[in-house]
C-alpha cells in the first residue's frame, strides 16, 4: 500500500496505533475461521468475520447469509436498531461466505456468494483506512430486477443528510410508498436526493461526529447513461438509507449489464464528505476486476451547432458505459473495458448527430470524430431549449426535489398561455388528468401560404402520453402522435425528466391560421387513465413553429 492510496479521512498516527494495537479481528474462533492464520481462502465456521481497520472503523459480516451485520465508528454502533448495516438488495437468508487475507493480515476480502441468483458480494477492508471497498457480480437476470447495495444506519446520530429525502415526521402519503407530504404540503421521497451520473459525488448521511458515505466510483456496469439518476439517501425516522444503485427499473432506458459491477465504497468519516481517490489497486484482490492497463480508451473531436450547450460523448454497449465532456472541441474517455461499443454525441441532453460503433482494445486508444447540432430553432416562435431537459419551463427549477403536487410548486393549470410570456410561465409537463388540455395563444402578422410545422420535442412520457394539437378547422391525425417508447415507470413524480427524447411534428394548413392572434390546444392523449399526476403525462423540452 502506498501513501497515496490511504484517503485523506484517515486517523492521525497516535490514534492509529492505539487502535491498532487494541484491535484486529475480534475474536480468535473468528480469526481463525476468516483464514487469518494462513492467508488462504475458505468457508467460516464462527458466525461472523470482524475487521478492526486499527483506524477507528470496525464491521462485521454475517458468515450465513454474508449480510453486514455491524459496523463501528470509534467503537460506536452507527447501524440502525433492527437492521442490517449493509447488504444487497433486501438481504439473503443464506450464503456462501469465504474470506482471505493480504499482506500479512493487514487487508482482507470477504466473498458472499448466492449461487441461487448468481450474486456474489465483495467487502475489501485494509489497516488505517475507514473505508469498505465492494464490488457486486451479477450473473445472471435478477427477479425482482433491481441491483443495490443498501446500509441502514442510526438516523439519531446520522442527522444531516439531504433535507428532500427526509421522510420522517411526514404525514400522508401521496403516492406509492415512496412520496410522502407533510401538513405544510411540502413533500419528501428518497427520489429527491439523486444526482445525475456524470455529475455524481460522494452521498450520504452525517452527524455526532460521524460521517457514512457512498463512493459510487465506478459506475461503468451501470444502466441508463450519463445522464441517469436513482435513489441515494432516505431517512425514513427508523433509520437513514443510503444506497448504491447499480441497476433498477426506475425510469431505465438500457437493460440490465451482467459482469462485475463496481468497486464502489463506503467510507466512515469524522463527518466530512471523503476524498475520492483512484480504487485501481483493487484489481489486485477482487476476482475479475479489470486493471487500468487492462482497459482502454477512447479520443477525438466533437463538432456542430450546439447554442451554447456543453457537449459530451457517451459510449454503450453490454460491457460497459462511458462518457467524456467535450472541451475545446476534444474529448477523452478513459478506464474502458476492452469492447464494442455505440458512441453518441450529446448537446445538453439531447443526443445528436449519428451513432458511430467503436471498438476498444487493452492499452489501445480508440478515435472518433463526432458530429451533430441540435434542431434548428423556430422562426415564428420557440418556447424551451432543444437540450434535452426542460430547463426554462415552470416548475422544471423544482421537480428534481418536490412532487408536482407540493405546495411550493406554481400553479399547472391556466386558462390559457401566451408564446410573448416565455418558457417560465408554460409548466414543463401536461398531465391528462390535471392540466389537459393547455391553450397557448400566439400572433401571426400573416399566414404562410403552406401553413406552418410545429415541434413538440418531449424528454419522457408515462403511461403512454403524448402531445396531440388543435387549431381552427385542424385536428392532429393519430399518426402524428405515435406511441412512446414505455420505460413502464414513473417519472416526474419520482423526480426525474430523463427518458427516451421524441419529437412530434404537426403540419397545420394555412386554412386553419389567421392573421392575428392564434390559439393551439395541445392535449394529452392516451390509452390509460389515472389520477391526477399519475395520469398520462409527458414532459417538455421545447416547442417550435415554422412555416410549412
Not at 485523506?8 to 487502535?19: L, N, Y
Not at 448504491?244 to 425510469?251: D, E, L, P, R
Amino acid at each position: 500500500m502506498t501513501p497515496e492510496d490511504i484517503p485523506s479521512h484517515r486517523r492521525p498516527a497516535s490514534r492509529t496505533k492505539r487502535k491498532v494495537l487494541a484491535g484486529g479481528i475480534a475474536t480468535a474462533a473468528v480469526l481463525a475461521g476468516a483464514g487469518l492464520f494462513g492467508g488462504q481462502p475458505w468457508a467460516n465456521a464462527a458466525s461472523s468475520i470482524t475487521f478492526d481497520t486499527g483506524a477507528g472503523l470496525t464491521f462485521a459480516v454475517n458468515t450465513t447469509n454474508g449480510n453486514m451485520t455491524s459496523l463501528k465508528h470509534d467503537g460506536t454502533e452507527l447501524t440502525a436498531s433492527g437492521y442490517a448495516a449493509g447488504q444487497f438488495e433486501s438481504g439473503w437468508s443464506s450464503a456462501t461466505v469465504t474470506s482471505q487475507t493480504f499482506n500479512s493480515g493487514n487487508s482482507i476480502l470477504v466473498s458472499a456468494a448466492n449461487t441461487s441468483i448468481g450474486v456474489t458480494q465483495y467487502y475489501f477492508a485494509r489497516k488505517n483506512d475507514n473505508t469498505i471497498y465492494m464490488a457486486t457480480s451479477i450473473t445472471k437476470a435478477l427477479d425482482p430486477g433491481e441491483a443495490r447495495f443498501i446500509t441502514r444506519l442510526n438516523d439519531d446520530l446520522l442527522t444531516t443528510s439531504p433535507t428532500a429525502a427526509v421522510t420522517d415526521g411526514a404525514t400522508s402519503t401521496v403516492e406509492g410508498s415512496d412520496v410522502f407530504a407533510f401538513s405544510s404540503g411540502k413533500t419528501a421521497s428518497k427520489f429527491y436526493s439523486s444526482q445525475r451520473l456524470i455529475a455524481q459525488q460522494p452521498f450520504g448521511a452525517s452527524g455526532n461526529g460521524h460521517g457514512a458515505y457512498i463512493i459510487p466510483a465506478y459506475t461503468d456496469m451501470s444502466s441508463g447513461g450519463p445522464f441517469f439518476r436513482d435513489i441515494e439517501v432516505n431517512d425514513t425516522g427508523s433509520a437513514v438509507n443510503i444506497t448504491h444503485y447499480m441497476f433498477s427499473g426506475h425510469q431505465q432506458t438500457e437493460a440490465l449489464r451482467l459482469g462485475l459491477h463496481g468497486p464502489y465504497a463506503l467510507a466512515i468519516t469524522d463527518g466530512e464528505s471523503p476524498t475520492v481517490h483512484s480504487m485501481d489497486f483493487l484489481a489486485s484482490y477482487i476476482p475479475g476486476m479489470l486493471s487500468n492497463a487492462q482497459r482502454g480508451g477512447v479520443s477525438g473531436t466533437a463538432t456542430g451547432t450546439w447554442n451554447g450547450l456543453g457537449g459530451t460523448v457517451a459510449l454503450a454497449g453490454t460491457t460497459g458505459q462511458y462518457w467524456g465532456k467535450v472541451k475545446s472541441g476534444k474529448f477523452v474517455i478513459g478506464h474502458v473495458k476492452p469492447g464494442t461499443y455505440t458512441a453518441t454525441l450529446y448537446a445538453g441532453e439531447l443526443a445528436v448527430g449519428s451513432t458511430q460503433s467503436v471498438t476498444v482494445t487493452a492499452g489501445g486508444t480508440a478515435t472518433l470524430a463526432m458530429s451533430g447540432s441540435v434542431p434548428a430553432a423556430g422562426t415564428l416562435f420557440q418556447l424551451g431549449t432543444f437540450d434535452g431537459t426542460p430547463s426554462g419551463f415552470l416548475n422544471a427549477d423544482k421537480i428534481e426535489t418536490e412532487h408536482p403536487s407540493d405546495t411550493r410548486m406554481s400553479s399547472w393549470t391556466a386558462s390559457s398561455y401566451s408564446v410573448s410570456a416565455g418558457a417560465s410561465a408554460f409548466p414543463m409537463a401536461e398531465f391528462k388528468s390535471v392540466n389537459s388540455p393547455m391553450a397557448l395563444n400566439f400572433t401571426l402578422s400573416s399566414v404562410p401560404s403552406a401553413g406552418v410545422k410545429l415541434r413538440i420535442a418531449t424528454t419522457s412520457s408515462f403511461a403512454g402520453g403524448r402531445p396531440a394539437v388543435t387549431i381552427g378547422s385542424y385536428t392532429s391525425p393519430s399518426s402524428a402522435s405515435p406511441t412512446p417508447t414505455n420505460l413502464n415507470s414513473r417519472n416526474i413524480t419520482r423526480g426525474t425528466w430523463r427518458g427516451v427524447n421524441a419529437t412530434y411534428t404537426f403540419t397545420v394548413p394555412a386554412s386553419a391560421l389567421k392573421t392575428g392572434t392564434n390559439t393551439f390546444s395541445i392535449s394529452t392523449i392516451s390509452g390509460s387513465s389515472g389520477d391526477t399526476f399519475l395520469s398520462p403525462n409527458f414532459i417538455f423540452d421545447a416547442l417550435a413553429l415554422d412555416p410549412a
